[in-house]
């Protein structure tokens, strides 16, 4: 009889496996810096793809950081993969579930296919999350009524603050959570100290507070400027309509 094949995946935290192991079909996740963000996606990959045998698929920001998910990613599954494809980025895992992956600038290449559930790692920062969301990514998960999973850390008032705002129309649908830098037990609240006093205030609520901001720190044209000025060009000064 084969002995028992051993993962060694991360433990999650106690946030982690509260966004993980919660139900809801569409999940955002606005994370601080360090909190685990890339964790999460390979666990609730892993959930899927080896738990119930599923396509499953991540997305990047990046050709780079899609390859070091990948490294990663079929160096920790390697003794549970019975087939791997260098050239797609896809491994066929014992049971038949599938994790493919992918980087935001392939996302023609994701039309056609379908997932039971589909990762967006740091999708504040895809500057077309909104089209390959509906035009690219939402179809894949029509046959299986697939999930979906947005993480990143925020980036202004992008398209992923509008994907986190969903909770508040269909919340039978979506769930959002915030996760900052605090809710990693593994870091030091020292080397959290360190950013604050490095960063503007801006920023560290950004970036380990995990909070929207709408104008970028130090901007010159603010939010409301820019649309004060939009009135101005449309009614001009005298208030009439140009």
């Known amino acids: 009889m084969a002995a028992p094949v051993r993962l060694r995946l991360p433990r ?35 959930a899927c793809a080896l738990g ?4 499953t698929a991540y997305v990047a920001p ?18 549970i993969t019975a087939d791997k494809s260098e050239q797609d980025w896809t ?6 579930g599938t994790i493919e992956v992918f980087s935001a600038a392939s996302f ?9 559930l589909v990762v967006v790692d740091e999708a504040a920062f895809i500057p077309a ?13 029509t046959d299986y009524a697939g999930r979906a999973l947005f993480i990143s850390t925020p980036k202004g008032l992008s398209y992923f603050k509008t994907l986190y705002d969903n909770e508040r129309e269909w919340p039978d649908q979506w769930k959002s959570f915030a996760a900052t830098s605090y809710d990693n037990p ?25 909070r929207f901001s709408g104008d970028a720190e130090g901007a010159l044209w603010s939010r409301e400027l820019l649309k004060a000025t939009r009135a101005r060009r449309v009614y001009g000064e005298d208030g009439k309509l140009d």
């Open 12 to 46: 999650l935290h106690a946030k982690q496996r509260e966004i993980v192991e919660h139900p809801a079909r569409f999940k955002t996740v606005c994370a601080g810096r360090r909190v685990g963000k890339t964790i999460m996606a390979r666990h609730a990959l892993i």
């Open 91 to 96: 491994l066929t895992l014992l049971g038949g």
């Open 52 to 55: 119930e045998g599923l396509p």
């Open 108 to 116: 023609d290449s994701i039309r056609g296919l379908k997932f039971a």
């Open 129 to 141: 999350l909104e089209e390959a969301w509906v035009e690219a990514i939402l179809p894949t998960l």
């Open 186 to 210: 593994h870091l030091k609240p020292e080397a959290i100290e360190a950013m604050r006093q490095a960063m503007t205030a801006g920023v560290f609520e950004q970036e380990v507070l995990a």
């Open 62 to 79: 990046s050709y780079r950081m899609a390859a070091r998910f990948w490294r990663k990613l079929k160096s920790i599954l390697a003794p």
